[in-house]
């Protein structure tokens, strides 16, 4: 079903994607976990790649900023949770009421 998009791979396995969609329509966390982690056995077991190379991600932000994270997937993922420090406030931090 993921065909195109970030299917790079061209992975197909009707019953992943039959067992992704379960995972993604169960509310309940218990249910959905449990869910998830049968989708993932099976991608693990069919082993459609192997990643031999992961390139190192080299960032820098400025001391200013608090609660910086990084995911090695995304590195803009988090970047809502960032924040400069009030006291370390410059004129460009400041957004007109």
């Known amino acids: 079903a993921g065909l195109g998009g970030l299917n790079y791979g061209s992975y197909v396995n ?4 039959r067992r992704v969609r ?14 998830w982690k049968s989708a993932v056995d ?8 192997i990643w031999v190379y992961l390139p190192k991600i080299a960032a820098a932000v400025h001391a200013r900023f608090e609660n910086v994270s990084f995911r090695p997937d995304a590195w803009w993922a988090t970047l ?3 924040e400069v420090n009030p ?6 931090d400041h957004v007109a009421p």
């Open 14 to 17: 009707p019953e992943f994607d």
């Open 22 to 35: 379960e995972a993604a329509d169960t509310y309940d966390r218990r249910g959905a976990r449990t869910r």
């Open 42 to 49: 099976l991608l693990n077991g069919d082993a459609p790649a």
């Open 80 to 82: 809502w949770t960032w």
């Open 87 to 92: 006291a370390l406030r410059i004129p460009r």
